[in-house]
T-cell receptor, first 115, second 117 residues
Framework: GAGVSQTPSNKVTEKGKYVELRCDPI?????LYWYRQSLGQGPEFLIY????????DSGLPNDRFFAVRPEGSVSTLKIQRTERGDSAVYLC?????????????FGPGTRLTVL | AQSVTQLDSQVPVFEEAPVELRCNYS??????LFWYVQYPNQGLQLLLK??????LVESINGFEAEFNKSQTSFHLRKPSVHISDTAEYFC???????????????FGQGTILTVHP
C-alpha cells in the first residue's frame, strides 16, 4: 500500500518568505508527527497530532512555526518569515495509534533551503 | 526527558566483517528502544525495536540489538556485513509502559556505516 508522502520534495525560498509543507499519512493512521533533521543531526520532534488536534506542540521552535490537520488526515506545516536557520529536512511520520508501541512510518521528507 | 548518544559518527568496515554500532540512552522513566535505518536517497525505516520480554531483538536482515538496562545501552550488531548495509543508522527512544507520553521519539545523532569491498 501507499506509504507516507510529502510534498514538495525540495523547497528553495528566500529569507522572510512564507512556506507550507504537506504530509499525506498512511490511510487510517490516527497519529501524525513532524520532525526536523538538520545537517549531521538526528531528527528532532516538532509536533504531534492525534486526529485533528495538536496534542503536543512543545517541539516547535517559535511562533513562526504552525501546523494543522483539519480533517484528521493530511497535515500542513507552515513557516512564516523564514530564516536561514530553518534550512533542514522536515520529516513527517504516521502511526496507527498513539501509543509508544505503534511503529512510526516516515515519509521521504521535504528539504527546505532558505537563501 | 530522554536523550540518546551514538558514540560513533562514522564506522567504516570491510565486507563480511562484524560491526557494532553503539547507542546509549538516558531516561528517568522506562523506555522503548528503536533502531532506524536510512539508505541513500530513501526515508527512515524501522530496523528493529525493543518493547519488552527478551532483551535480544533481531531484524530480518541479520542485525541484532541487546537492551542492557544496567548500562543503559542498546548496541546494534551484525556478524557479517554486506555492501548493501551501507546506510545511516539512528538509535531512538520513546517513553515505555506506564509513561504518560505517546510515541514521541528522541533520536541520536546517527552513525554512518560504510561497507567497503
Amino acid at each position: 500500500g501507499a506509504g507516507v508522502s510529502q510534498t514538495p520534495s525540495n523547497k528553495v525560498t528566500e529569507k522572510g518568505k512564507y512556506v507550507e509543507l504537506r504530509c499525506d499519512p498512511i490511510s487510517g493512521h490516527t497519529a501524525l508527527y513532524w520532525y526536523r533533521q538538520s545537517l549531521g543531526q538526528g531528527p528532532e520532534f516538532l509536533i504531534y497530532f492525534q486526529g485533528t488536534g495538536a496534542a503536543d506542540d512543545s517541539g516547535l521552535p517559535n511562533d513562526r512555526f504552525f501546523a494543522v490537520r483539519p480533517e484528521g488526515s493530511v497535515s500542513t506545516l507552515k513557516i512564516q518569515r523564514t530564516e536561514r536557520g530553518d534550512s533542514a529536512v522536515y520529516l513527517c511520520a504516521s502511526s496507527l495509534g498513539a501509543v509508544s508501541t505503534d511503529t512510526q512510518y516516515f515519509g521521504p521528507g521535504t528539504r527546505l533551503t532558505v537563501l | 526527558a530522554q536523550s540518546v548518544t551514538q558514540l560513533d559518527s562514522q564506522v567504516p568496515v570491510f565486507e563480511e566483517a562484524p560491526v557494532e554500532l553503539r547507542c546509549n540512552y538516558s531516561s528517568s522513566v522506562s523506555v522503548y528502544l528503536f533502531w532506524y535505518v536510512q539508505y541513500p536517497n530513501q526515508g527512515l525505516q524501522l530496523l528493529l525495536k525493543y518493547l519488552s520480554g527478551s532483551t535480544l531483538v533481531e531484524s530480518i536482515n541479520g542485525f541484532e540489538a541487546e537492551f542492557n538496562k544496567s548500562q543503559t545501552s542498546f548496541h546494534l550488531r551484525k556478524p557479517s556485513v554486506h555492501i548493501s548495509d551501507t546506510a545511516e543508522y539512528f538509535c531512538a527512544v520513546s517513553e515505555g509502559a506506564g509513561g504518560t507520553s505517546y510515541g514521541k521519539l528522541t533520536f541520536g545523532q546517527g552513525t554512518i556505516l560504510t561497507v567497503h569491498p
